[in-house]
């Protein structure tokens, strides 16, 4: 047998082995689409049994920070005390107060002491209504309390909607726009109507603060409105968070939250209730928010300029105003807006007062 002969018959064809790593990302792969169509097929059935769930969503109140409410100075607070008002005798609230700088520190035997010295001044206060899941403790939101007070010299009360931190009692559309009015109520009384108070929502708080706004359409006291991240209705706020990405191309997503919503009795129609505002208003929104996407606050916007210019023809609501204040590529998401520079001095160009 020749060399060339011998040559070929050494040569074997081995067979196509496919390497490790991609057998086991093909393998991972198949386990995330099958948990995908699982959760696909559940979801909607568990809805449809379960409607309450949504309700759960929509206010996250379950989880909590473990925060000491009652020693904010722990959280490096200066100036801000915390105690509780009783809605009625299985509510109670929990509320920080940010002091304004512009009230000394005198010594307080009780509460009732307290709210004398320290809430019955003719400084504007702003009450702040948080969103969804946690508490006033979220670290975003007691520095932005913490902005507002020290930037603006006004007093800032900061509290938790009941079953949300150390509130008790059980959420509801209704129970939270009842609270908010509580507050309000609260305040304005202490101080025989003598002192403007502002709203400022963020996210599911905006929602709060806007009916509560509508409510108070004659109150003289009401120095406007500011709402961070609004959304058009609770509705669209799901279809549009970016979870939902995942789900509202499937036929039953619509139909099926939409119901569930209905039936606890949650709406947060934020786009109607803005029609019937008597206040000035401002939207804030940052275009890079995947939570609630920056086109609610353009709509809002629309609708409320077109709301204006029928309320001047008709000459009603003649306090209604409506601007916004947009960030682009800043990096503020849903959440840091706050951290804005030039925030509250643009604030006070179009809404607060500026002779503190």
């Not at 769930?53 to 379950?62: E, P, Q, R, S, Y």
């Not at 975003?140 to 902005?147: D, F, G, N, P, Y």
């Not at 929104?285 to 629309?302: A, M, N, R, W």
């Not at 590529?329 to 959440?335: E, N, P």
Request: glycine fraction near 4%.
């Amino acid at each position: 047998m020749d060399e060339s002969s011998s040559d070929q018959e050494l040569i074997v064809e081995m067979p196509h082995v496919q390497p490790k790593t991609t057998s086991i990302m093909i393998k991972i792969g198949l386990v995330i689409a099958g948990l995908y169509i699982l959760i696909s097929i559940l979801i909607p059935i568990i809805l449809l049994i379960y409607p309450i769930i949504i309700k759960h969503v929509v206010f996250l109140n379950m989880l909590k920070t473990q925060t000491n409410f009652t020693q904010p100075e722990t959280l490096g607070l200066n100036r801000v005390s915390n105690f509780y008002l009783n809605v009625d005798n299985q509510v109670s609230l929990g509320i920080w107060h940010f002091r304004s700088p512009l009230i000394k520190d005198e010594f307080f035997l009780n509460d009732e002491d307290y709210f004398q010295k320290y809430l019955t001044s003719n400084i504007p206060i702003i009450i702040y209504f948080h969103g969804n899941a946690y508490d006033r403790s979220l670290l975003t939101r007691r520095e932005l309390c913490q902005k507002l007070r020290d930037e603006l010299k006004y007093d800032v009360i900061a509290y938790d909607y009941r079953g949300f931190g150390d509130s008790k009692g059980e959420p509801t559309e209704h129970n939270l726009i009842k609270d908010a009015r509580f507050i309000y109520d609260w305040l304005k009384k202490l101080n025989n109507g003598r002192r403007k108070i502002y709203l400022w929502g963020h996210s599911l708080g905006s929602a709060v603060a806007c009916q509560l706004a509508v409510q108070l359409s004659q109150d003289k006291n009401l120095g406007g409105i500011i709402m961070e991240a609004p959304f058009m209705n609770i509705h669209q706020a799901l279809l549009t968070h970016w979870i939902s990405l995942f789900f509202r191309w499937q036929p039953w997503f619509y139909s099926i939250t939409e119901k569930a919503l209905r039936k606890n009795k949650l709406s947060f129609e934020t786009r109607n209730h803005l029609l019937k505002l008597d206040c000035p208003c401002i939207l804030i929104h940052s275009d890079d928010d995947l939570t609630v996407p920056y086109i609610h606050s353009k709509q809002l916007l629309q609708i409320g300029l077109n709301a204006h210019t029928d309320n001047k023809q008709k000459k009603k609501l003649f306090h209604f105003t409506i601007d916004m204040i947009s960030y682009h590529r800043s990096g503020y998401g849903h959440r840091l807006i706050y951290q804005a520079p030039k925030l509250t001095s643009t604030l006070k160009h179009i809404i607060f007062d500026e002779d503190l």
